[in-house]
């Protein structure tokens, strides 16, 4: 997988099952595929198993059955040392925000940037533009514990954009903030998405939904009711937006 | 702690930040027990040193044996004694010593010129000798001199033996309880210092850092706060040690060898924390790798 | 205070400042006052405020400067030992649920009940009637982090209303379910208001403002902008809502 | 851990299901250092009491006494010395016990018949004596008799006794290490154990429970945690005292006594694990009313 390489589908399942240990299936027989720069909403009364499709898709469960591929490759298949460099090109915005407590908003946000090796200056430049875009200018050096509800999901946004993800995964990205944010955070994935991120948001606010008319995946009792359609343009031509992202194979360059 | 944009600083809250005097305390036990067994072992050594390096040979008078014919015999038997490799060296107590000795059960003008007294050679053994050399010299003597008999002490000697040999086991003991303990508690203290960090663990893992770096953050983190909790208790040791040196230099006991260590012994003790540390840097290792091993 | 006793005011803020630490005021010149029995939604931007005021009311921070009187007794000067008991009538659902992890959904929601002393068999009865309520029957025993980000903000929502708290504080207690489960906890805030609790629920739903006609108070960067008239009528007869309270002086009973 | 509806399960998360272990070797610890002191005391007071409770009386032949004359007044001083209350007992010493101790010295067949050889008394002293009641001792023997000398061992009583003490100091100091460190260890793991408990503490708080209510749910908790790791490290003492009693024996030194306690000791260590979860008790009530007291 390379910087300039485009891929079939960055996202497919092929009728997958999920369970947690011994329990029953929270997912049963889901089939779809998200084309490079596509934005969905992931849509389904609470329970249903947003949370749990967004995790298979960020490789922190696995499946009990079906395929699923990433990037056109099987991710059962995929050696253990290279599913780092896999996670880099995933940004996800987790329900319950995960941020490091005893990190400053700025450390948290640039910590993807650092992991993945970029130079001191570069991180600096982006995180403080992205800290100001989502209006936390002046809690840059807070720790998440001091911070509002609504900011600490900001700051939870911004780790998962720093780096530019081909993918963005959002599991209900608006939750804690006011309506006018929430349009103006959605405002940013587009952007993203448009600089050829594909984004799936999982979001209850029916307001965001009519708003912003993007395809649906609708999950009715661990299974996908309906996949409107998400076929979209192949990804326009890259912008400055964001840190960009070391090389391909991803090795960390100082 | 914070060298470079790879470092990640990890958590101060007070329950992390009281592992290192943990250590601390631990090394310092095990510094004390260590250069304590060090201690008894010199002492048990120069007791043993004293009593089982010597033998006493007792040269009877034969009847009407004058005095100058006792003293001749008694000569060549220590010349014949110092030939020998067995032997470091042989001295002939003279008379007033064994008047000496004897002052207890004789009172102390008793006429022993007229008495028929037996005559003793003191021996000092060379280094390293077996009951088969004593056999060896104990064979010599009767084929010199048959009214010349050699007494190696064995009674004491074995009494002591069996109580250097218990004492040493009970040390041994005492150095291994304290090992383990202090291996335990570091291993207890290290892990749930990371166990603190799980959050952290995991929101790098999500992030896309290598198994390796996210052990490494913690290992360093873990070296550094293993060595400063091994280094203080070291100090603390000595500092004991050099206080108890001073106070008992007031003892006076004879009994009691100099209270201190040699350099070898102290680079001995030295080992403690720096084993501290690295347990503590493995221990880290281990308890990160399990719990990215159970993340996919 | 007496299960009887009527108040002229539940809650009372005059000129209250608040700041954490030595950190700026976050709240500025704050005067309002909540009668018995009326529902307020509180808004504001993100950062505005709100949980702070609402952490001003459940005491569990001071204020920098003003008076503050709950069920007309002013917090200075009441004794230490007391508080624990005015606490019981103050239910609150926290932005972050704040739930014990190892405890079961059950036994989350009985707390409240178990710390005033109530019999377990009326525990049973109350808790597992409620949690029904809330579509949560059948994740009873689960532990909260095997729940999805909804099914926990019920069982938040729960444990703060089992008691009948004369003062329900919820902060965002909707931000996790979709709208429709929104609008039937907000018909359950609305009758408990009815059996005479005082509602405040922090919220960024316009959805939910403009559905339920109920009384504003609007923070803007720190300070009270506009307070709707929340004048109600007495508190009506009680119902047989949740659980029954002990006694006044709240010594717990066996 | 549920009796009742008013208990609250705490959490069994692997840090906190450790602590009794922990707690349990330290325990282990103490009650092995205690154990060694003990014996130690007991081994010690043994070779103290062999040598400090016993002095020897010289009784020397006047000129030209006999035999029968010198025995006539070694018998009148027995029967002084055994009216004295300084003395438990006093013994004239027989002529061929004293022909024993002298046989290194004169050989086994010496003629001892005519010898104006000195006689010894053998006094074993009761118990508590002071220098000074020797003194008085002496004073009365040089009444009765100007030809009789008390020894009392002066010199060996001496070395004994500084060498004891040192003993006991190390003794002494080795315990109050353990002790501290236990006690260290203790209040540690309880604290950390707390500090992952600090969320529960929180919501109990809000919810209108009492501080003291709060308390004792953990206390309950580190009580139980304390006592049975306490019991735990004592069993494993316990059993390793009797694996030592059973090898030692078979050492068969005179001068180690018999590897055991008696039933005084046995309470004294018992009390160790009840002192454990104490501290436990104490520091969770401690910690928990501190982070009370730190909230509104
Ligand atoms: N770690 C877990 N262990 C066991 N069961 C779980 C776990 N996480 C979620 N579940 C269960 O799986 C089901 C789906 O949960 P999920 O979190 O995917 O729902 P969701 O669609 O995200 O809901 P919400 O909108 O409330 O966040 C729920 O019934 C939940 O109880
Ligand atoms: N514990 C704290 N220490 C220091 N500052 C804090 C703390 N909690 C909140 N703040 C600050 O106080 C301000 C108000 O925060 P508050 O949580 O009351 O906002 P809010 O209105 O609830 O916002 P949201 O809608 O995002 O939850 C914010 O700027 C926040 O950074
Ligand atoms: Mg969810
Ligand atoms: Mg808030």
């Given at each position: 997988m390379s910087e300039t390489e485009t891929f079939e589908n960055v996202v497919r399942f092929e009728n997958v099952g999920m369970r947690y240990?011994?329990?029953?299936?929270?997912?049963?027989e889901v089939t779809f595929s998200l084309r490079p720069g596509s934005f969905h909403f992931l849509t389904g009364r609470s329970g249903a198993g947003k949370s749990s499709l967004l995790k298979l898709m960020y490789l922190a469960h696995r499946p009990s059955r079906g395929l699923i591929t990433l990037f056109d490759e099987d991710i059962a298949t995929i050696p253990r040392e290279r599913l780092p460099f896999l996670r880099r090109h995933i940004g996800v915005v987790f329900q319950e925000f995960?941020?490091?407590?005893?990190?400053?908003a700025f450390d948290n946000v640039a910590l993807p940037l650092r992991v993945a090796g970029v130079r001191e200056g570069i991180v600096r430049k982006h995180v403080e533009e992205l800290l100001t875009w989502t209006g936390l200018a002046d809690h840059m050096d807070a720790r998440p514990p001091t911070l509002s509800g609504g900011q600490q999901q900001r700051v939870a946004i911004a780790r998962a954009i720093i780096a530019r993800p081909r993918l963005l995964l959002a599991d209900?990205?608006?939750?804690?903030?006011?309506d006018s944010m929430g349009v103006r955070l959605l405002y940013l994935f587009e952007e993203l998405n448009r600089l050829g991120t594909t984004v799936v948001i999982a979001t209850h606010s029916e307001a965001l939904i009519s708003r912003f008319q993007h395809p649906i995946l609708h999950l009715e009792a661990g299974g996908l009711a309906y996949q409107a359609r998400g076929e979209s343009a192949p990804p326009p031509p890259r912008g400055a937006f964001g840190a960009r992202r070391p090389g391909p194979a991803g090795g960390a360059k100082p | 702690m914070i060298a470079g944009r790879s470092d990640l600083p990890l958590s101060r809250e007070p329950s992390v930040r009281l592992v290192p005097w943990i250590i601390a305390l631990m090394t310092f036990l095990a510094c004390m027990m260590l250069a304590g067994a060090l201690l008894l072992s010199d002492l048990l050594g120069q007791w043993t040193r004293d009593l089982s390096g010597t033998a006493t040979v007792q040269v009877m008078p034969r009847d009407g044996e004058t005095a100058e014919a006792l003293q001749e015999r008694v000569a060549k038997l220590v010349r014949l004694l110092e030939?020998?490799?067995?032997?470091?060296s042989a001295r002939d107590i003279p008379l007033d010593e064994i008047a000496e000795l004897l002052a207890p059960w004789l009172?102390?003008?008793?006429?022993?010129?007229g008495l028929p007294l037996p005559r003793l050679i003191d021996i000092r053994l060379a280094d390293g000798q077996t009951p088969a050399s004593l056999d060896s010299l104990r064979t010599m003597l009767d084929n010199a001199d048959p009214d010349a008999e050699l007494d190696d002490h064995g009674t004491w000697r074995q009494e002591i033996a069996g109580l250097v040999r218990a004492l040493e086991y009970l040390a041994a003991l005492g150095i291994g309880l304290v090992a383990l303990a202090t291996v335990g508690i570091v291993i207890f203290v290290t892990r749930s210092g990371m166990a603190a960090h799980q959050d952290v663990i995991e929101v790098l893992h999500h992030i896309g850092a290598e198994d390796s770096y996210i052990a490494r953050q913690f290992q360093r983190h873990a070296l550094a706060q293993g060595l400063r909790g091994g280094l203080i208790g070291l100090v603390l040791a000595a500092g004991s040690l050099w206080a108890l040196d001073r106070a008992s230099s007031g003892l006076d006991t004879a009994l009691l060898p100099p209270f201190g260590l040699d350099a070898r012994e102290w680079a001995i003790l030295a080992a403690i924390p720096l084993a501290t540390a690295l347990i503590a840097n493995w221990t880290a290792r281990r308890t990160v790798m399990r719990s990215l091993g159970r993340m996919v």
């Open positions: 240990g011994t329990g029953p299936e929270v997912l049963r995960r941020l490091i407590n005893h990190l400053s209900e990205p608006t939750g804690n903030v006011d | 030939r020998r490799d067995e032997v470091a009172g102390t003008d008793a006429p022993l010129d």
